[in-house]
């Protein structure tokens, strides 16, 4: 049981990957970003679950109760933030690109082929 | 003086937030005037700190959260001589672009400003970190600050190549991510020099080395090594010449200052340095042919110089697979004084944007004739980049030629032939020589819109003088002998890692005895002379007609789609390769 979650995660990576390399659409692509940030997100979490702990959370019980570790809790927050910025980011330009070239297929777009 | 080492980081931010909050009302010359004095100012505080950090690295635990014995309870700034000077370069090149973007945009918003300091500030940060995640976070600050600043013409093939860029970085930053999450499962630490104590002692070697792969990995795909390459040209064609003069400047060196610094602190105290040492040549030697054939057959001169900067980069990478003393120290020497060098070279790029309205070194030919002043300045620089006396990067070649001679033919044809290409690129530019193209003419380009709208009668003088300025950065490097002392103890103190993890956890670093600094040496110089006889004479050659037997258009064409899905694959199958070498060298 306990390598469930590092292979859901190794799976998310490539299957992650896979879409950025094959995608047809840019939306597409960057969702598949999105699922590969999720792969992170499970490791994280994974490497600081400790079993039978609770959440790190010391409001009404003893100090020294058995936690999960607060710190990969933590990190993947500070991921997300990344996340949303940099994927909000890749959408303002896929709108932008669309405005210009009224298509958002990969193939199509393709950065300074032998326009001069 | 430990509270300083915050200051270069923060002071920017504040600065970004400033501009934001004020964009609507802030004239562009008061923005342009207060973004220059903040680059000043944090330029001044990184140099008080790099001189402190010569006796002694000036460490910063955030929030006064000191270690409690072995354990980092919080995060920590280190400046020691090694990042004092890439930081350094970051603060020197900010200001130079600073200066030339003052003429160089018609018309730009306070958001340019804005994103250039979180630019510089991230930058610095990133130098100075000593904590894994900090430095990704920085490097994902750098990295959004630069896909808005890409595609921030809002045309067709900028932002395609910002999203090409955006996507393939993207990539990498999730790599090292994953990375840091198996350092963490198997360490629990995130403090560089605490993770590799911890790596050294106890954990799973096959762990570490997947963990390896993927951090040093993804900071190469930022150094743009092969076959993680793919992205740079791409991204620097289309953006802003100021930028672009940052990007290959400071942004691609400061990645593989991030592998070498990851390296040494986390990764070389827990393994044996065999694949790496493997892994680093093979790259480093693949991306500085690659890069220097790519270079020859551009005639899109920001994408000649972002195919120079990847063989450069590989030149550096190899001095960090040679996995000594000298090779650090040579290739923090190289990454300083091609940095300088090749910010000059983008910044002449955007004069010819800027008066001349092309970079297309064909479609340029002889239209350069008046430009007086930035001739000298040009072919100056391209001798820098050829690694001439007097330069950093002559200085850079010697420590690696000192640390392996076998290397020093490729160092000589790496800085020979991208200069070659730079020099004739010029002198069709601004003489008018060599009618007869050569295979360069089968290279994409674009028909460029200046940056500007109307036609200058001159060249504004702060940008001759913004190239001047960088091109005697290059050459400061060299002249001084205590850059030479100090990059030769940056590079001591980078290699030795029993000695950083005394520095971060026992507050006290080893001494480290001065080194006799020694003149150039006869086998340094006649290799310069060497790569300035191949950049003048094939220069001569091209310009003549002369064809190479066999040109490797076609591929490259192909290799280079333009479609971000090829360059990711590329990405996934050279993370593939490294983890393969790794693992069955574990075995």
Redesign the interface.
Known sequence: MSILPYLV?AWL?LV??YG????RN?IH?IIC?LV??S??YV??L???YVTGGRAPVYANVAPGTKAV?P??HA?SL??IV?AT??TG??LA??I??YK??RTID??E???????? | MDSLVALPVAIPLLAAALFSAASLWMPRRLADGVAFCICLVSGVLCWILLERSAQAPVLQWMGGWRPRGDVALGIDLLVDPASGLIALLACGLSIGALIFSWQYFDSVGTLFHSLMMIFLSALIGFAYSGDL?TQL?FF?LM??AT??LT?QK????S??????Y??VN??A??SI??G???V??QT?A?NLAQAGRVLSSSGSHEVAAIAAVLILGGYLVKGSQFPFQFWIA?AH??APTPVCALFSGVMVPMGIYGAIRVYWTCFAPAMHPGPWEAILLCVGIASALIGTVECIFQR?LK?LLAFSTVAHMGVAVIGFGLMNGDGAAGAVQYLVGHGFVKGCLFLCAGVFLHDLDGV?EI?LQGRGRKLNALKWIYFAAALGLAGAPGFGTFMGKESLERAEPAFGWLYMVVGGVTAAAVIRAGARIFFGVGVIPGPEQQA????EQGETRRMPQHVPLSMTCAAGLLLLGGFCCDLFPQVVGISQTAARRLIDYAGYWQTVFQSQAPAIRPQAVHGPNLESLLYAAGAIAIAVGLAAAWLKGAHLIWSPEGLLKRMH??????Y??WL?AGLAAMAVLSLVWVR
């Not at chain 1, 777009?109 to 001069?116: A, E, F, H, K, S």
Request: hydrophobic letters at 45%; glycine letters at 12%; charged letters at 20%.
């Open positions: 995660c990576f992650g990957i950025v390399a094959t995608s840019l692509m970003l590969m940030q792969s992170t490791l994280f994974s490497g600081g570790d710190v990969v990190l500070t991921d990344v910025t940099v980011l890749l330009m896929t932008q690109i210009e070239r990969p193939e777009l393709r950065p300074l082929r032998n326009r001069g | 995640f976070v994902e990295g959004v896909y808005a595609a809002l045309e067709e093939s932002l395609e190549g910002g999203l090409n955006a996507v993207s990539v930053a999730f991510m994953f840091i999450g198996l963490y499962a629990g995130l791409d064609a289309v899109h994408r297309d479609a994409p380009t674009e028909r789609s333009g479609r971000a899905g090829d990711v694959a996934a």
